[in-house]
């Protein structure tokens, strides 16, 4: 798969990771004896289609479509797991939480599953699920026209001119579709029933406690779980974490990408002007110095001029060179695409070819659920005027970005936004977490993760790696930062103090 595959619907948000094109499972009846505290019993089976790890099995859990009335109405989560086989002992269930939001749980284990029960010489069960409106799980719908379920509509970028009456727009059409059509189960797209619903899945599993290996937006969700269930969990991977600040919370994430942006291009930049064998034809400029003028030169031509693209009705304006960049830089095997397009955009005479992200619209249901989690965590500000200034000055600032982190989004307009804070991430608590943070990481870059390192305070530790990119743990890479995970996860080895690896 290849990275701008993995990055597609996180991309649309405001910092978090890396999510999946779902993969669509048929998944085994969730009906069973009642568990701990009530919970059913989860049902196993084999899954549909068969696919990933041998051994693999899937079920369904039914969790409360609003938990003050958790004998109401259910909705229901797809689950995965991948037994423990040996050969050290069994220690308990791990999950592996995704990114997003939007991403799956499931298609997480399907890839990775096997090579972090290896990893970890098979001491946990390998359990994933798809969150509420993710995959195989209740999905919600807005019904948003086509026109506004593109990367580049849903992402607020702002016009050539800087203007964002087009987005303010754009924002209120959209907010005002999920308001009328989304209904119960939109408005349940929230990150406290995520973290509530891994407490119902670990019931459900007959597990005392929990391990988790999470990612980007899933750091946050597993620090809000530990939040609440500090009694419930075992050994924590917080991988790529976002600002947890709770007045600011995900509008902060989208924020802080203009940092992540430019902590990570100069990468970009050496590689562009020294591309690897294999990729000399790929050669932007003699020095990593003059990429990056060279970049946003054709980011502002494109703005004057758009050229067409052969996989798209959508032109490449600037605009799309702008998140086609965003997207490369999540992982260095994304720099040859973006490369070879900087060049086809160049030539007068070239065949321009969209990032598949950006050449069609996502699916109205993955829409929604990248849309409704934000909004419906914390309200923003619905200043128009605001985020006007706040735009102009980001753009000053950002180049590479635009504007776009600080523009307008469907959330100034949300209908049923909270009208309290999100809960505040502490240090209260056991002290179990291991953070695992990339220096240069566009989408929680590592001043955010600072801010979840002093919040969790005496709880965590923190690895940070050289390695540029976002999401920093490769099960059976081997790289010293994987290692100083597999270590923690298998004998409960952490830093006595915060460390750094070269990688």
Known sequence: MTTYARTRTALLLAAVTAASALTAVAFAPAAGAAGAGGTPALVWGPCEPAGGPAGRECARLPVPLDYSDPSGPQVTLAVTRLRAQGPAPRRGTLLAVPGGPGGSGVQRVTERGEALRSETEGRYDIVGFDPRGVGGSTKGSCS?????????????????DGGIDENATRSRRVAA??????????????????????????????????????TSYGAYTTALYAQHFPRRTDRLVLDSSGDPDPDRLARGWLANMARGAEDRFPDFAAWAADPPAGHRGLRLAERPEDVRPLVTDLAARLDRAPRRAVNSDLPLNGNALRQALQSAL?????????????KEAADPDGSPVLPPELAGPL???????????????????????GYRSAVA????????????????TPCAFWKDAPTGRATRITGEG???ILMIQSLRD???????????RAALGDKARMVTTGRGGHGVYVPGRGACSDRAVAAFLNDGQ??????????
């Not at 379920?149 to 970028?157: E, G, H, K």
């Not at 109205?364 to 128009?384: E, G, L, M, Q």
């Not at 566009?442 to 979840?452: I, N, R, V």
């Not at 952490?494 to 990688?503: E, F, L, S, V």
């Open 430 to 432: 056991p002290s179990n």
């Open 393 to 408: 000055a980001d753009r000053a600032a950002h180049p590479l970005t635009a504007g776009m982190p600080a523009n307008i």
């Open 330 to 342: 999540y992982g260095d095997g994304a720099f040859a695409g973006f490369a070879a397009l900087v």
């Open 144 to 160: 948003l026209a086509e026109e506004d379920r593109y990367m580049l509509t849903l992402r607020s970028w702002p016009a050539p």
């Open 177 to 214: 579709a999920c308001a009328r059509n989304g209904g119960p189960v939109v408005r349940g797209f929230t990150s406290e029933n995520q973290a509530r619903d891994m407490d119902r899945l670990r019931r459900a599993l007959g597990e005392r406690k929990v391990s988790v290996w999470a």
């Open 442 to 452: 566009p989408a929680t870059p590592y001043t955010g993760a600072l801010k979840m």
């Open 494 to 503: 952490r830093p006595a103090h915060d460390t750094h690896c070269a990688d």
């Open 363 to 385: 699916p109205d249901t993955d829409a929604a659920v990248t849309i409704a989690v934000i909004c419906n965590d914390v309200r923003w500000p619905a200043s128009v005027e």
